[in-house]
């Protein structure tokens, strides 16, 4: 595998990870036999060090750093609130235009942190399928900016709200996942991570990186009648 890269300096390299590949080897998931970290690695034959991490279910952007200082000072802005996150989602339902969920969740210790994502409505789309009882089916498509940064964060936000996203399992709706499966062939999480923006912390620049969607993204989008998404939509 190769993988696309999308942005690079002498300091960082960003890619557009696919779905179901793992950022780096975890317990959690003895079946993966391939890694981005690694596979960057042997591609740039260099070391690299992930700055953040996207579930391996949610394709999109994915930032690496080229050296320890780097990779310490892009960590700082994550910590500080200092770098712009936009993801794109097609949830179940018709979403408001706007929303912010502020909704505590727990880590693994049972502890509770704070929480909180806002997301507002690109389109929205019903389709002559009879679905659970209701004539139609609807679904909007939605741009999301979390605002921390939790453990599957936007997928148990948009759960929470009644929006499930598509192809997400355990977190979604398990029928509409079923519908998509049976229907379209569609199993992948219909979650993108889209944009990444921030000052470069060594030429102060502001950077801003975009990643096109994924083919199958791309594919239940038109299934669903979306219009064609822009490179970049994501102002909230």
Request: net charge positive; aromatic share 8%; with cysteine.
């Amino acid at each position: 595998m190769k993988l696309e890269i999308i942005y690079q300096d002498e300091y960082l390299v960003a890619i557009n990870k696919p779905n179901g590949l793992l950022v780096h080897r975890t317990k959690i998931a003895n079946d993966a036999t391939e890694f981005a970290l690694q596979i960057l690695r042997d591609q740039l034959e260099r070391k690299v060090f992930p700055c953040h991490r996207i579930d391996r279910k949610t394709s999109g952007l994915l930032l690496f750093a080229l050296d320890e200082n780097m990779d310490s000072l892009i960590q700082q802005k994550f910590a500080d609130g200092k770098i712009d996150k936009r993801y794109l989602a097609i949830v179940r339902g018709f979403t408001p235009d706007e929303e912010r969920i502020d909704y505590p969740l727990k880590k693994e210790n049972g502890k509770l942190q704070e929480a909180i994502t806002k997301y507002k409505t690109l389109d929205r789309k019903e389709l002559d399928i009879p679905f659970a009882g209701h004539p139609t089916s609807r679904y909007s498509l939605v741009s999301v900016e979390p605002l921390s940064g939790r453990m599957h964060q936007i997928r148990k936000h948009l759960a929470h709200v009644f929006h499930p996203i598509i192809g997400d399992r355990p977190h979604g709706c398990n029928k509409q996942n079923k519908l998509f499966k049976e229907k379209w062939n569609m199993m992948s999480m219909m979650l993108h991570a889209q944009s990444i923006s921030f000052r470069h912390p060594i030429t102060d620049e502001q950077i801003t990186i975009n990643a096109q969607v994924s083919p199958e993204f791309s594919r239940t989008s038109k299934l669903l009648g979306f219009d064609p998404i822009p490179k970049e939509n994501c102002s909230l």
